[in-house]
């Protein structure tokens, strides 16, 4: 039986026996000594860039530069300080490593992704050209020569066996040493960096130093490498620093795999053995060895490590499993786990006053005042784009406010990083999940709780000393009910329950003030009534600032509500006051006075001949099921409106018609044919276009650019109906005509909707599928784009998405309304126009 101590150190239990055995396999191969030197050095180089890649998510691609300047550092102090010692050379050369990383990593690290990697590539040529032509220092071409190995005890290291043995006893040493590291709170906090940066730091890590430890530690680790096989060699050359040389150390780490330690070792030992034996048939071998790493990235990401369960999968598939979510055990009725209640307090715990933000020429915040009290859930309500989640990021520390102060417990916090907010007691959930899908969901949860814990910042001590965090960390999940599932990764929960991960993994961070975005979104009716029970259990003890598109639920339980529109508080007041507000019911569902109005084609007469059918349709994100038989209609000449809450799934069910989201079940047919499997390209060819909320333009193209890429991917023979060239779509749009060759990036709102709509345009579209295309423009332009569309029916069919009911009420000719991804109205949009009464019998709470 395998003890949890020994499990902990297998890798290095099969380290020890590989090394103990490399030997006798090399020379059964006919190769010496040095080449397992070799081996076991790169083998230490690429775990070192491991730490960078697989556990912490920095991909570098100029690791290579520290194992070259770890490599002569140790060379030059041997040979000017230290001559013929190997000991000293080598502790030096690591400080010397650790501090240029440090220099480095501050100023590289500020950029992420693509950017940091090419800085390091960057990195990497710098250091190869300083190399190779500062000769009075390096050598130049010829190397850094003359170095010794030494000796230890009397016992010379010139001999190959002896080196390799010394070299192999480091190397287990760093493997500890790594090993303890990935085990360490620290090692865990790396992983969580690497599957969700954003959400670690609103757990309240300090994400930048994180970054820049785990840079400086894997920096040292390659450095030592260098150093190692710069002795090994007697000799240090350019190359150690070169960019192809930073490019193979790469590949070693891919193909044996990242996200484990002895993946890269593995890497190194198929490296140097492809090297050594396939460089005797072909001088090409480097080519074979490149077909292999792309066959590795296509065919096995886990690389050499994971082949076996890549294998084991296709050959062998999992039986299907019930539903994670169907397995747990729920304990009704629990109490907040003591560890969670803040200490006792009253009056005012959060205080927003007069905070604005603007984005460009976008003001999404307009002087924000609300204060939320101990013992309350106070609910942030609003129709799409009204302003709440901006408000949410801005008390959160997202974004720092242009204007207003944000107070928590009578301290101010405007601009205060969002991980000492976290700290100062303030905790929130995300509209879109925001969890660590990678990690169990025990592993979310507890990194929420360690982040609270006095040792979360220890680099050294093994997690499962932490006991009273793994005991928290159960109490919690068993509050949640999320026992019995505890082990399996977010990622494979349904969208509600990440929905309820992300909310523990909120309250892990044991607040004095909780911040619920959508809690209740993607939950089915019964989920729903557990997680607004939790709520109210919640809020006993933490208050709590909720935003929900649930109007009737969160009006149900909350203590008071604020109202936004358009950046701006509406009102404040107890849910009965704002159910009763006329403003409030205005916001919702209009006035039943739009500013202009359009008049139906014969066309769009019921006999009017149908161009869509949309019947029965299901669609998922994930394992979230949002559409749920979904089913209408379009005829000809017409234009249908879709109406409903926010998450209703409207977005959804146009994403699903333009072949962005597949149908899972159901038919979609198009002028009569069948489109329900066709990919989003081959749908738009047959002419309908798709215009997404935000209006997707291709920045830095020109307004001429952007409608030429709209009709390269369309037909534009006639064939299928209406023509749409240049010149006809400035007939509709006559301010572009100014704009052609202005950039889409510098135009105004309104013009950017418009180049959205003529890109759409730009071939033979017969539907025309709109998402809040009157969002965020003034007045004017709105009334201009509605008398665009009422024109354009004469020619093709629109289905539209708006949250402007007056407008979209007095456009359309029909309506159908959603609720939670099923259609539960459809009739004539006039009834709903002219009958203020009948349409909040309908839309409203």
């Known amino acids: 039986m395998i003890t949890p101590s020994a499990q902990k150190y297998r890798p290095l239990l099969i380290a020890v026996l590989a090394v103990i055995v490399l030997p006798f ?58 001559p013929g010692q190997i000991w000293l050379p080598l ?13 480095v990593g501050a100023v590289i690290l500020r950029r992420r992704g693509v950017y940091f990697s090419l800085l390091t590539l960057a990195l990497a040529a710098l250091a190869y050209t300083t190399a190779f032509r500062w000769t009075s220092l390096t050598g130049g071409e010829d190397g850094l020569g003359g170095l010794k190995r030494g000796s230890i005890g009397g016992v010379s290291l010139d001999n190959a066996l002896h080196y390799y043995i010394v070299v192999a006893i480091l190397s287990l040493g760093v493997l500890f040493l790594l090993l303890r590291l990935v085990r360490s709170p620290f090692g865990h906090v790396l992983m969580a960096i690497r599957e969700n940066e954003l959400r670690a730091r609103f757990q309240g890590y300090p994400v930048e130093r994180y970054k820049l430890a785990v840079f400086v530690i894997s920096a040292v680790v390659t450095g030592f490498a260098g150093g190692l096989i710069g002795f090994q060699n007697y000799l240090v050359s350019a190359e150690a620093v070169s960019v192809p040389f930073s490019g193979e150390l790469l590949a070693v780490v891919v193909i044996g795999g990242m996200q484990s330690m002895l993946g890269p070792a593995l890497g190194a030992l198929f490296f140097i053995l492809f090297r050594e034996l396939l460089s005797i048939w072909t001088p ?93 859930i106070h609910a942030l309500i609003g129709p799409n784009g009204a302003g709440k989640t901006t408000l949410f990021n801005l008390v959160s520390g997202l974004f720092a406010p242009d204007a207003g102060t944000i107070r928590l417990h009578g301290r101010e916090i405007q601009g205060v990083p969002s991980e000492l907010i976290c700290h100062q007691g303030l905790a929130r959930s995300f509209q879109i999940t ?36 793994h005991a928290e960390t159960a109490e919690l999940i068993k509050f949640l009910g999320l026992e019995g599932i505890e082990n399996i990764e977010g990622g494979n929960l349904s969208y509600g329950g990440q929905r309820l991960v992300d909310l523990g993994i909120a309250l892990g961070s044991k607040p004095q003030v909780l911040l619920l975005d959508e809690p209740l979104a993607g939950l089915a009716a019964a989920e729903r ?113 879709l109406l409903g809450r926010n998450g209703a799934g409207k977005s959804t069910l146009l994403k699903t018609l333009a072949g962005l989201v597949p149908a899972a079940s159901g038919e979609i047919a198009f002028a009569g044919r069948d489109i329900t499997r066709l990919a989003a390209p081959d749908i738009a060819r047959l002419g309908i276009g798709y215009v997404p909320q935000g209006r997707g333009l291709f920045a830095g193209m020109t307004v001429r650019e952007n409608l ?61 599928l709109l998402d809040e295309p009157f969002e965020g423009l003034a007045p004017a332009v ?57 349409r909040k019998k309908i839309l409203w709470l």
Request: net charge neutral; charged share 20%; hydrophobic share 50%.
């Open 434 to 469: 925001n969890l660590f899908k990678g990690l169990s969901i025990y592993e979310n949860l507890r990194l929420s709780l360690q982040a609270r814990a006095p040792g979360r910042f220890d680099i050294w001590r093994d997690i499962d000393h932490y006991r009273g965090v």
């Open 708 to 768: 030429a890429l709209g009709r390269l991917a369309r037909k534009t023979d006639g064939s299928a109906g209406a023509v749409w060239n240049e010149e006809q779509i400035l007939g509709y749009f006559p301010r572009l005509k100014e704009r052609m060759d202005i950039a889409a990036d510098y135009l105004s709102g309104g013009e950017q909707q418009m180049v959205a709509v003529a890109r759409a345009m730009s071939g033979n579209v017969r539907l025309l």
């Open 91 to 103: 502790v030096l050369s690591t400080i010397v490593v650790a501090a240029a990383s440090a220099f």
């Open 529 to 641: 009534e557990r997680v607004s029970n939790l709520v109210r259990n919640v809020a006993q003890n933490i208050p709590v600032l909720i935003v929900e598109h649930d109007i009737d639920r969160v009006l149900g339980f909350s203590h008071e509500v604020t109202v936004m529109n358009q950046g701006e508080i509406l009102m404040t007041g107890s849910p009965e006051a704002v159910r009763a507000d006329r403003r409030v019911q205005e916001v919702y569902t209009g006035t039943g006075t739009p500013a202009v109005a359009h008049s139906p084609t014969l066309s769009a007469g019921r006999d009017a001949a149908p161009i869509l059918r949309f019947a029965g349709v299901n669609a998922f994100y994930g394992k979230s099921h949002i559409l749920h038989d979904a089913t209408l209609d379009v005829r000809e000449g017409e234009i249908v409106a």
């Open 284 to 376: 090409n071998w480097l080519l074979w060895f490149g077909l292999l790493f792309v066959a590795f990235v296509l065919y096995s990401p886990g690389g050499l490590v994971g082949i076996w369960s890549t294998l084991a999968r296709r050959w062998w598939p999992p039986p299907e499993e019930t539903a994670a979510m169907s397995r747990r055990r729920i304990y009704e009725g629990l109490p907040m786990p003591e560890f969670l209640r803040p200490r006792a307090g009253e009056g005012t715990v959060l205080e927003v006053i007069g905070v604005s933000k603007s984005f460009g020429g976008i003001r999404a915040v307009r002087d924000a005042s609300l204060q939320v009290r101990a013992g309350e």
């Open 782 to 838: 709105i009334l201009e784009l509605f008398r665009v569309f009422d024109r354009l029916r004469q020619h093709i069919s629109i289905i539209i998405v708006e949250h402007n009911l007056d407008l979209v009420l007095a456009l359309a000719d029909r309506v159908f309304a959603l609720e939670r991804g099923a259609v539960f109205h459809e009739g004539a949009a006039a009834p709903l126009l002219t009958d203020l009464d009948y």
């Open 25 to 82: 396999a090399l020379a059964a191969m006919g190769l010496s000594h040095n080449t397992g030197t070799m081996i076991v050095a790169l083998a230490v180089a690429a775990m070192g860039l491991n730490l960078c890649i697989g556990y912490t998510g920095l991909v570098s691609f100029g690791h290579g530069t520290w194992f070259g300047i770890g490599a002569y550092a140790a060379g030059l102090i041997q040979l000017n300080w230290f």
